[in-house]
C-alpha cells in the first residue's frame, strides 16, 4: 500500500483553502492535508515543518507572492500546482513552462485529473520551469486585443517526458507532428521529443509566435522554411530536408502570416 500524499494549501483567502479542502476530502481521500497557511512567510515555515510532497501554492498574495516562497528555497524538492484567479492569456504561461496549475474557482475534474499527474510523475518543480512561468507572466498583454505575435529568439518551452523535462530553445524547434494523442518535436539538433499532450495544445501555446498549423498533423517554425511550393494548397521545404503538406483552406491564412513573418524580421525575399 503506498504512503499517503501529503499536501499543504497555501492561499490568503479562506474560502479557497475551505473549497480546497472540502475537494481534496471528496475526491482525494488518500491525499492527507498537513497544513494551511495564508501568506508566504507562514507558508514557508508550514513546509520546513511539515516536509510536505505537494503543494497547492496561490500566485498573488499579500506581501510576498508564491514566487517569493518558492525562491526562499534553496532547492524546491517538492511538487508545485499552483492555483491561480489568471485567465485566458496567462494559462499560455504555465503551459509553456510545464508547471500544473488549477483555476479558481477549482473544477473537481481538474484537481483529480492534476493530482494523477503529480503521482504519475512525482516530481519537484525544476527552477528554470519556474524562470520561465515568470518570463511569460511579465510579458503577457493585458488586454487580448494587444496579442500580437513574437519573434522566437530568446524564448524557451519545457517539454514534459517519461524520462523528465526537456529545456528547448524555440528557434531550435523545426516542426511539431501529431502522433494521436502525442506530439513530436522535430530539432535542429539531437533526437526528436515525444510529449503525452495533443498537438492542439500546443497549437494554442504557439499561437503569438510565428508557428502556424500548416495541416491537421503539423506545426512548422516559420523560420526554418527553406522554400515554398504553389499548389493547391503548396508545400514548404523544411531546413532539416522534409517536405510538409499546406491544407488548403489554412493557405491563405499561411500565406499572410509568412509575408509577416518577412517583413518583421527583416528576410523579405
Known sequence: MNPPLRA????????????????LHLIAPDVEI???AKNADLGIELIQKERPNLVFLDIQMPGKSGFDLLSSFGKVDFGVIFTTAYQEYAIRAF?????DYLLKPIDPEELQAAIARFKGQAGSVNPQQLQILQEHLDTAPTSPRLVQRK????????????????????????????????TKFHLVKGPAIVVSRLLKEYEEILDNYYFFRVHQSNIINLEHIKRYVKGDGGQVWMSDHTEIEVSRRRKDEFLSLLSDFYVNSGKLK
Open 8 to 23: 499543504v494549501l497555501i492561499d490568503d483567502e479562506t474560502n479557497a483553502r475551505e473549497a480546497l479542502t472540502h475537494l
Open 151 to 182: 519573434k522566437n529568439d530568446q524564448q524557451r518551452i519545457a517539454l514534459p517526458t517519461a524520462e523528465g523535462i526537456h529545456f528547448v530553445q524555440m528557434t531550435d524547434i523545426i516542426q511539431c507532428e501529431s502522433l494521436g494523442s502525442y
Open 34 to 36: 498537513c497544513g494551511e
Open 95 to 99: 503551459r509553456f513552462s510545464a508547471i
